[in-house]
């Protein structure tokens, strides 16, 4: 077998790596050096039959056509495609990337190049982008016309339904007739007309990008879907034809599939000439020979064929390009083809790092165009605004401009703007758009990572250069290095804006700028900043008692989302029953007057200590321990409503429970901005705010020495506070778990009975596990009881469906990298079930292995529970050895359908999604770690390649960064969750000459942040650390108390 001959480079013989990814270039990167020569002009088809002209150099290898056509179409996940042509003998082949294009194409003025899919993922959800998803379309509406997607009638009809609702809209039977008339989607169509309108009909309000979604949707429950039949003989002599797909070899007799060999079973494949080769892994349960054999009609036919299985198995089942192997100095035995460009894996990483650009394209066959997200409610959520950046972007801010918007969005309307750009340049079939705006309840939001981009935009725009249309930075990021209020009102949890790329235009981007860069009075000067240093206090206890006061504040606003905005929600809707109003409230708002009440005293006595009275001469308020002592023993006479936060939050989960009505009230109150947190963590704040007291506390009684004027009461303060948190402090814990519990079992479908007495939460997070796809991502979710495992939802609300469960009881876990050849690799033993799954690091894996052998000690000393807590079973239960993969029938289309309708809102904004996103993990010690770890204050924030500092309130809690304009503000304007940052101090290089500067960093996000003062400085330092590195176990935890505070 012959070996292609490559020229080495000045670089490769200098040993530098070569690049050989497929798709469009990546952030940064400089285009690859173009072989000098004549031109030659190479004739391309497109997905939807248009015809392009693209001039490549005579030397140039496959990759320069194919990212020439990549870059025409501003296709980044340009991986998935290849270009097909037929060779000389008339077969169809692929282009190699690494070959010279003329090597390959002889007479290129006579062939058409076929621009194609190439690798279909085991899952749509996978496409990260809209313009994927409809090239993937366009691919099925031409497997269908060719017959090469071959379903029956009912699938037929639905598929076409969805095509032609993504062409001409909603249904009109006039225009239906006329369209089916003009439109031959199949061969003998007439005879389905009746039934296509039918299902078109059921089709309103839904968008080209979630027609496209939907299709995909059905079509890769399709047997044939992807599909490419390669004619063949087995050992017998019967014909048969061979395919290759994301899982393995497949088998088919005529259109029916007989067989399938799993990636995970082949060892090795080769070719002698026309015999195809399969070496299986040796299994005693298995009939299958050890080495199988096919014959096809000639050499080039088998090595055609075996290069397309070499490539699959490379794309779907490594981490990264495959590296050449050296050549041989005196001959060279067999072939030296190998897969060139990134790996699924890696193309989903390059995705979700966000580093390119949103483009909005035109369909050539649709007549309607789409700026609404999947992930919008039909009626009631189409609030996404394409806009267009200027020079002197405004924010619309004010109670009027809100109110206005708000009743817009009510009455479901959708709100549009001009994208039209006189500068842009449109190529035949698609045109680049400018940044997309997004309002939530009708308060424009943007996020930090927009704002980034926008300050970069404006500092390109100050250069004497041509100005160009911003696309700016995806705003749904799956790594979620994007930093937002929830999409649909306000977050939850770690409350960061994900919209979820499992939906069709996902990603919307924001052109408008925050009013924190936007408003110049946000801006502050260095000399601003220096004299108020000098006019202010600089002793520690000073800043100790500054922080009670700003943590107060935001504490006063968390009980306010109760005592006002949930109290004046709950009085205009009848869904909550007396007992329950009464029982919230009465004890919340003894709560709140005592707290505003004690506000007023902490601020008046720092209007004192920093000089704006004589009475700081006498030193007689430069302290704080005298106010602290005072209110915390006043607050004892309020320990009897807190003992009620346990039957508050238990009440309303009840009530929730049995009513649907309060239920849905609930829902949408936590998609206000204002509920900015789940609305079960805003009850547990009372409890939160005594650990902070005797957290400050503490600190205090630590900084001052004995003959302090001060210590006396701050260490009195502290032992009345001490006493109040160890009287509280095992309630605390049931109902964090609780609370945890109920958080969950809102990101999961297809669990019953998830909180259940005796149940604790342990860590959730993401892990591949391997099956016979290939390993695939999933969030698993250890308990004290039971290990469960999810993969993210294909719908609008964005959950987590169970796919599987292991009881810990009798489970075994050990380290499996040899045997599986996956890196952080382990073996979870069940009594009945075996999984193996891998981690993202050494760290998580060690994390993962000592939660879990403490979970297994915990069920082993435990009668074990009953295996019907899981009332519902999830269909997933096999191991990876098993060589049949997850399949769904086409009769199960219709229920998919229905189940659509049926979902509750998006939920893409969770903790649980932030791990699912930045693939790592958290544990019930980390939450109850962030409990503890909650700072508020002012900073002055900086971008990495902005000028000015803004002054900005931030509010840190739930691993997340808040940002408001100031600390009067009922809502944040933008979120930061920190899972997976680093935070480290600028070095010399980076030229922030400034003191009590430290920086968040994850990927190519990097900000600055600037304290007050060393104290702030290390307190800001203390509490991000506590969520941008995950706690290690320092203890086994008893079954009495998991999650020690």
């Known amino acids: 077998m012959g070996e292609t001959e490559q020229r080495p480079t000045a670089g490769s013989r200098l040993g530098a790596q070569e690049n050989a990814g497929i798709s469009t270039l990546e952030h940064g990167q400089k285009p690859p050096m173009t072989p000098p020569g004549k031109l030659v002009s190479i004739k391309i088809q497109m997905l939807d039959d248009t015809q392009e002209t ?44 690494l070959k010279p294009v003329m090597k390959q194409i002889r007479r290129p003025k006579h062939v058409v190049v076929k621009f194609v899919v190439k690798f279909f993922p085991p899952d749509h959800a996978q496409l990260q982008e809209e313009l994927t998803r409809y090239l993937f379309a ?76 939907q299709l995909l949707e059905i079509a890769r429950r399709l047997e044939m879907y992807g599909i490419r039949l390669h004619p063949a003989k087995d050992r017998e002599g019967t014909k048969i034809n061979l395919a290759v797909a994301n899982t393995g070899i497949l088998v088919f007799q005529g259109h029916t599939k007989i067989n399938a060999f799993n990636w995970a079973k082949v060892r090795k494949l080769s070719f002698k000439r026309k015999r195809f080769l399969i070496k299986l892994r040796p299994d005693v349960n298995s009939s299958f020979q050890d080495t199988l054999e096919f014959l096809m009609a000639s050499r080039d036919f088998c090595k055609s064929f075996w290069k ?56 050539k066959h649709s007549k309607i165009h789409s700026i609404r997200s999947l992930t919008a409610q039909p009626s009631e959520q189409h609030t996404e605004v394409p806009k267009q950046v200027s020079d002197s972007s405004s924010f619309a801010y004010g109670d009027d401009n809100d109110a206005a918007a708000v009743q817009s969005c009510r009455q479901g309307k959708e709100l549009k703007a001009s994208t039209e750009d006189a500068g842009q340049h449109k190529s035949p079939s698609l045109k680049k758009s400018p940044k997309e705006g997004r309002k939530v309840d009708g308060t424009v939001v943007s996020t930090v990572e927009e704002e980034e981009e926008a300050a970069k935009d404006r500092m390109q725009q100050n250069r004497p250069q041509s100005q160009q249309p911003s696309t700016g930075s995806l705003t749904g990021s799956p790594h979620l290095s994007e930093l937002s209020i929830n999409s649909q009102g306000g977050p939850s949890v770690a409350n960061m804006s994900l919209s979820p790329n499992l939906s069709p235009d996902a990603k919307q981007s924001s052109p408008l700028i925050s009013p924190l860069l936007n408003d110049p009075s946000c801006i502050r000067t ?73 506000l007023k005293e902490i601020e008046q006595r720092l209007a004192l200590w920093e000089g704006r009275s004589n009475a700081h001469i006498k030193g007689d308020y430069q302290r704080i321990g005298d106010v602290m002592l005072k209110n915390i023993q006043s607050m004892k006479q309020l ?20 009513s649907r009505k309060l239920e849905t009230f609930c829902r949408d109150f936590e998609l206000q901005k204002v509920c900015y947190l789940p609305l079960n963590t805003f009850l547990l704040r009372p409890l939160h705010r005594l650990m902070h007291y005797k957290q400050i506390m503490e600190r205090l009684c630590k900084h001052y020495p004995p003959s302090h004027i001060d210590f006396r009461d701050s260490r009195a303060a502290l032992a009345e506070i001490s006493e109040m948190v160890a009287q509280l402090h095992g309630n605390m814990i049931k109902m964090e778990n609780f609370q945890k519990l109920h958080e969950l079992k809102k990101d999961l479908i297809g669990i019953d009975n998830l909180v259940i007495p005796g149940r604790e939460f342990i860590r959730l997070g993401s892990l591949s596990k391997l099956s016979g796809k290939g390993l695939q991502q999933r969030m698993f979710f250890l308990f004290n009881d039971i290990l469960l495992y999810t993969s993210r939802g294909l719908t609008a609300s ?26 952080h690799c382990l073996t979870l033993r069940g009594q009945h079930q075996s999984i193996v799954v891998a981690a ?59 189940s659509l309708e049926r979902q509750s809102p998006h939920r893409g904004n969770t903790t649980v999604h932030v791990c699912w996103h930045r693939n790592t993990s958290v544990s019930m010690i980390d939450f109850s770690i962030a409990v503890e770890n909650q700072l508020s204050g002012n900073l002055l924030r900086k971008f990495k390649n902005s000028n000015g500092w803004q002054k900005l309130w931030v ?14 503000d009922n809502h944040p304007l933008a979120s930061l969750p920190l899972l997976g940052y680093s935070l480290t101090i600028p070095s010399e290089s980076e030229n922030i000459h400034k003191d009590y500067v430290f920086k968040l960093h994850f990927k190519s996000h990097v900000y600055y942040f600037r304290a007050e003062s060393e104290y702030t400085f290390e307190r800001w330092m203390e509490v991000i650390r506590s969520a941008t590195s995950s706690a290690s176990r320092t203890r086994a935890l008893s079954h009495k108390e998991p999650h020690a505070y």
């Open 639 to 658: 320990t009897i409503h807190l003992w009620k936060h346990n039957e508050i939050l238990t009440e309303l989960e009840n009530g929730i429970k049995n």
């Open 840 to 898: 993202s690091t050494r760290a998580e894996m060690d994390k993962w292995t000592e939660d879990i052998q403490m979970a297994i000690d915990l069920a082993e000393k435990s009668s074990g529970p009953a295996p019907e807590l899981l009332a519902s079973s999830p269909p997933d239960n096999k191991s990876p050895d098993e060589t049949t993969v997850d399949q769904e029938s086409e009769d199960d289309l219709s229920a998919s359908r229905t």
């Open 54 to 97: 693209f001039d490549v150099p005579q030397r140039a290898p496959g990759k320069v056509l194919h990212d020439a056509v990549c870059n025409h179409l501003n296709l980044v996940e340009g991986d998935y495609f290849g270009l097909e042509f037929p060779d000389h003998k008339k077969m169809m082949v692929w282009l190699d990337l």
């Open 308 to 363: 397309i299985c070499v490539e699959h198995h490379a794309f779907f089942r490594l981490f990264e390009e495959p590296k050449p192997k050296p050549k041989p100095v005196l001959f060279s035995r067999g072939s030296s083809f190998r897969f060139s460009g990134r790996t699924q894996k890696q193309v989903l990483d390059y995705v979700k790092e966000g580093g390119h650009k949103k483009v909005q394209f035109e369909r």
């Open 798 to 823: 964005n959950q987590f469906k169970v796919h599987g469960h292991l009881p810990l009881y009798g489970m075994t876990i050990e380290e499996s990298e040899e045997e599986w050849g996956v890196p």
């Open 138 to 213: 366009l691919q099925v509406k031409q497997d269908l016309a060719q017959g090469r997607l071959t379903c029956n009638d009912t699938s037929t009809a639905l598929l076409i339904s969805h095509i032609v609702q993504s062409e001409i809209g909603d249904f009109d039977e006039t225009i239906d007739r006329e369209h089916l008339a003009k439109n031959k989607y199949i061969p003998q169509q007439e005879a389905l007309e009746d039934k296509i309108m039918e299902f078109h009909r059921s089709h309103m309000g839904q968008t080209p990008a979630e027609s496209d979604f």
């Open 526 to 598: 260095d000399d601003e900043e220096e004299v108020k240093r000098k006019r202010f206090p600089t002793e520690k206890a000073y800043f100790i008692a500054k922080e009670v006061a700003t943590t107060e504040r935001t504490y006063l606003k968390d009980i306010e989302v109760i005592t006002s905005w949930f109290q004046s929600a709950v009085s205009k809707e009848d869904c909550m029953p007396e007992t329950l109003k009464n029982l919230i409230f009465s004890n919340f708002e003894p709560l709140h007057k005592f707290h505003t009440g004690f």
């Open 955 to 968: 509010v840190f809690t739930n691993f997340c960064m808040f940002f408001y304009k100031s600390h009067q």
